[in-house]
């Protein structure tokens, strides 16, 4: 049994029922049945979380990238709460309910350019995929039939349906799960730090350019659907991108007529300190942008994506062909997950949270960085209220994984000891607080870790993994 069984029954009871029953995302198949240390989450309260062995916790990652407001939002839930007593449900598919309205048009008046339709999904994913099947859509019916190919980047994540999982880049997701691999091709992602190159960020930033202009050329610009990239890369690694890169992407992939998708899953509604990064950040207008999470400020399932009136006056009205838009979802705009997000959107503008993101990010970067001086620490990036520390050893290629796995979760385990929950990535420690964080949970976080990476070492000291 783990070394936590004394202390926890309750966390062993619900293990135990979960190890026979659940399937969890991401599931370790080899595992299956038998993990005994899974972290059971019982409450939340403001930025922390508490787990059954008794951890009062910073959620780090604030869920997934999702609780801007953190927890126990009474405002939230008494909005909800009102919303399932006045009209629980109503469907997208033929009727319309009035928070759905509200709401887009709300999206609509903090999107870019001309973004003004929005369309409402269930999450990330279908998100994705709904935007992806949009572009198909568009080329179909203007008879671009040969325009299918999608270019994204390694390390991105796009989501877990057939086709957003298929544009991801995460090479160790690519497992035995069937994907498309056709018209689909994988940049370099943005990031010095894995790429090997040791350039200034100019010439890396050049050298990312060329890689997109020549696979244009290669694929042909008359065969190529759309250009999709998250502002930051999240999930693969929180990579920021060297200046102008994305602004530069977006100018190439325009002037051929390629849509331009920026998945905005994360960087929207605050993270990066504004409602949504792709123009306000990094001076880009994408044709479409897809949103999720932060939403509803992580309470209830909602997503969604904003596209350019251009794009839909190609495929609308008298040029429509006749076609409808068969896509969609039970849950699109339902009523109480609209309900959540107008009540955090009320909230954010209530307690001015961006102008905090803007004060504490800042911040919360600088702190971070104080930690490179441990030797374990290979490099420590991000902006805004999203970081990464990764942490990196030397060994032979072939061990490296899995000792890459162990570390992430040895330090993450050590943090929940000090008061924080990370979300370990193989060897990389994610954080993305609650907006709400303070300048002073900041410094726990970054005790904590402290903390936390400098016991693993010493561990790795005495096992002879790491040497000085
Ligand atoms: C950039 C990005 N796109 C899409 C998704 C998928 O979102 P969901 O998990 O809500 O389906 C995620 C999830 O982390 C994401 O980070």
Known sequence: MSDKSPQDPVGDKYRDSYNRHMLHP????PELGKDEDITLITGGEGAYIYDSAGHKMIDG???????????GRKEIADAVSAQIMELGYSTSF????????ELAERIASKTPGDLNRIYFTTGGSTAVDSALRLCQLRNNIKGDTQRKHIISRNRAYHGSTFLAASVTG??????????RKEDISFLTA?????SGHNMDDDTFCDFLIQELEDKIAEVGPENIMCFIAEPVL?????????????????EIVKSHGIFYISDEVVTAFGRL????????????VPDIITFAKGVTAGYLPLGGYAVSDALMQEISGENAGGNIYSNGYTWSGNPACCAAALTSWDSIEREAIFEHVHEVGPYFQEQLRTLTDIPLVGEVRGMGLMAAVEMTIDAPEEELLDLDYDIGARVDEYCHQFGLLVRPFINICIMSPPLII??????DMVQAMRKAIELTLEDLRQEGIWRD
């Open 273 to 284: 300190g504004h409602w949504f990064a792709s123009e306000e950040v990094f001076g880009i």
């Open 234 to 250: 999240g999930s693969g690694g929180v990579i920021v991108a060297p200046p102008n890169y994305l602004k530069r992407c977006w």
């Open 61 to 71: 990652p604030a869920g997934m990238w999702c609780m801007q407001l953190g927890y």
């Open 26 to 29: 991401w599931g370790n198949l």
């Open 190 to 194: 943005p990031s010095q730090f894995h």
């Open 94 to 101: 033929f009727v319309l309910n009035q928070r759905e309205v």
């Open 170 to 179: 995460k090479e160790r997701d690519k497992t035995a799960m069937d994907i």
């Open 438 to 443: 303070t300048k002073a949970q900041v410094d």
